[in-house]
DNA sequence: GCGGGGCGTTGATGCAGATCAACGGAATAG
DNA sequence: CTATTCCGTTGATCTGCATCAACGCCCCGC
């Protein structure tokens, strides 16, 4: 029942680039670029926290399990998104490519030297971090309190601001993903989205049901937060 | 059914002290003390963040509602806790107090101050955001992924490291505040318990069942993430 | 000290979502 | 191009927890 496929590390990082969230004339730091096949681990929870990661091209999971195999995915992180930054010494989360990804590496080290004197990338290191939290504690709302359809309503919001091209939602990850994101079982996500399509919401736009149009964001926003 | 009792505001805060987060020599900072009756608002979500909170004495719940009255509590901050921390201008939570509480208020804005040019200050305020980022992260796993005795066993073991005098876990909030800090209804929380006792993990100390002594904390932690 | 509301418990019943199962179409490997 | 596996959907059934209800004790205010 609870059994996952192990999955495979991959060989260290390669490459050099430069550093995205620093705001001008910064330091260069130590970087590299890899690239991850759908599935692969990143990094693993417990394990060092030597790199922080950058997506530049695919789509992130990052991932608790408890001892049976029952998982909670705590976030996805698509283009542009930074993710791996701790500020203990280990990783809280393992991290998988969702899809095919490329990801950009900066030293963790070299960057807590560059945040040592530069009060900027300080305060972007915080904010970030910030940010994490905040994302946490409205997910801790949706996990305790809400119901499936406006779980699934709250999915679509978040990603509709992500990962959205010409109005189209572009899922990268498959229903088993967003059920262990949403803290529900994949039938129920599937049931959900089908309520939604047949309640005029949203409609699936290719044959494989991962691109999603919405159609109605006022009337998917109620099914959220409902009165 | 989700109806909620108004809660009252208090005035304002009056006194002085100092800052307990900080490590040895540091420049006096705007502090003042209040307390806070069973039940009264210390501050509501959305709010300007104005000060940084220390429990004296008492028990504070922090929660986010739903507009139809469903909360999810995020945290329980207990003697010795700093809370209401925001990095943001504002509040992201409501907090309240669960019982009589004294608070030592700390002015945002002189702590910025000194967290300016203190790196100490700075790393702590930096170590306090990254705590309530874990704690959030591990409650996420907790109402995604966990069953009702699984989530009771949880929060004993939580609160044993942290209400513990004499063995004894002397509960300061009701059933109501650990159902919907745990996902769940008070009904099931009282079920929960019921069964551990039962079990003889536990055993209920006074008369009001808000008092209670482990007696097997390996077999309480075996209901926690089960094999 | 006494009365009453609040809180915790327990039982009966209901239901949302989990589980089990089957199917069809799409992506992928060869 | 074809075979195979994966993935999403849908239906049937089950179940853990929610809901509804009742009761008794404790604690608080008077």
Known sequence: MFVRKATNRMPGPYCLGDLGM???????????????????EIYREKEPAEYVYQVKTGAVR????????????????LVGDIFGLENGNEHRFTAEAVVKTAL?????????????????????LLSMTTSNLEHAENHMLLLGRKNALERVAAFLLEMDERVTAMGIIALPMGRLDIADYLGITLETVSRALSRLQQAGVL????????DIALRDRGRLASFDLPA
Chains 1, 2 share one sequence.
């Open 22 to 40: 620093t705001t001008g004339s910064n330091p260069i730091v130590s970087l590299n670029e890899f690239t991850y096949k759908k599935g692969t």
């Open 62 to 77: 990052t991932y608790k399990l408890l001892t049976d195999g029952r998982r909670q995915i705590g976030a996805f992180h």
């Open 104 to 124: 950009r590496l900066i030293k963790r080290q070299s960057l807590e030297l560059v945040a040592e004197s530069d009060p900027v990338v300080r305060r972007n």
């Open 203 to 210: 409609e699936f736009i290719g044959p494989n049901h991962r």
